[in-house]
């Protein structure tokens, strides 16, 4: 079997979308001949010339989540012998803390990347609607995550109920913003903490028991095991709706339900009373989160069911085949 080599670039080279979207395939590329190799897309001049250099010596070249001027787009065309963009955000808009609108700038980058690229590779359906001018159908490729065999952890003892939510400052105010329905349950007397995973706590009201659990990749699996239940609130934005809910995936394959609002895909990932509950208002929100911290036996129930429903539909065993399947056709 002839070994070819796929490069990845990306300017964040060790970045949750490359190492969740990329690098976790790797094992199953490589016993089929395929090497992946991942280079930084920097801001200085030279490394951006190392790297189209590299480009060219490539089987095929993987574009992630970056858009190029329209000079480094066309060096890139030109280098490459088969190039695919690979989209896990809203690219053409920008982002929620700035208001969620369309750029220009960024819809013209996007749209040129998309018609210059053999294939494109998107994280949900939402994605590949906005990519729909791409030369062929794209292929919509979930961010994965890897769902051991056998239950999951059980769930922590004790009276207090661990509320969990997983992100990062860029994310924080997702959170912050649904405060209410937190103090709300503190309200009610219900023994409660939550445990935000992320690079800064957040800014929450007094009397909400905070444990600010600093990220790391080594600490995520401890981290996800600490929790009962798991928090997913996001606006509903065009930015938003999206995002691939890479977060949720982990909670649920955690064997943790997940209490999330139904903005983008996050409307298929939690299952609505099988293994978590959605909810678009904020009684809506609170009533799921009460039913959970009330009943540990439904706990129990949506956690092992949505550990199962992430291992056939979101994790890295399932979508492995159909992955490389695809690449196999495109580097052909």
Known sequence: MP???????????????????WRTFAGDLERAGIVLQVVDWPKATRGREAALVRAGNADGVVLSRRLLSGRYALRLRQRARRLLYD?????????????????RTRARRFERLVLLADRVV???????????????????????????????????????????????????????????????????????RLRVVADVAPTLPPGIAVEHVPWSES????????????????????WTRGKCGFKIVQMLGAGRPVVATPVGVQAEQVRHGETGFLGSGSRELLDGLMRLVDDPAL?????????EDVR?????????????????SWLA
């Open 3 to 21: 070994t070819r080599l796929l490069l990845v670039i990306s300017s964040e080279p060790d970045g949750p979308s490359v190492r969740h979207r």
């Open 87 to 103: 989209v896990d955000d809203a690219m053409p808009y920008r982002d929620s803390a700035h208001g969620a609108t369309l750029s």
């Open 122 to 192: 998107c994280g949900n359906q939402h994605l590949a609607g906005l990519a729909a001018a791409a030369r062929q159908p794209p292929l919509v490729v979930p961010t994965t995550v890897q769902v051991a065999a056998g239950p999951a952890t059980p769930e922590p003892a004790g009276s207090t109920v661990v509320v969990g939510w997983i992100g990062s400052r860029a994310t924080l105010p997702y959170l912050e913003a649904h405060a209410a329905e937190l103090a709300a349950l503190v309200s009610t007397g219900r023994s409660l």
């Open 219 to 238: 600490g995520e699996a401890p981290a996800l095991a600490g929790m009962h239940i798991g928090f997913a609130p996001l606006p509903d934005d065009a």
């Open 299 to 307: 706990r129990a129930r949506q956690g092992a069911a949505a550990r």
């Open 312 to 328: 056939a539909r979101w994790s890295r065993a399932a979508w492995a085949p159909r992955l490389l399947e695809a690449l196999e």
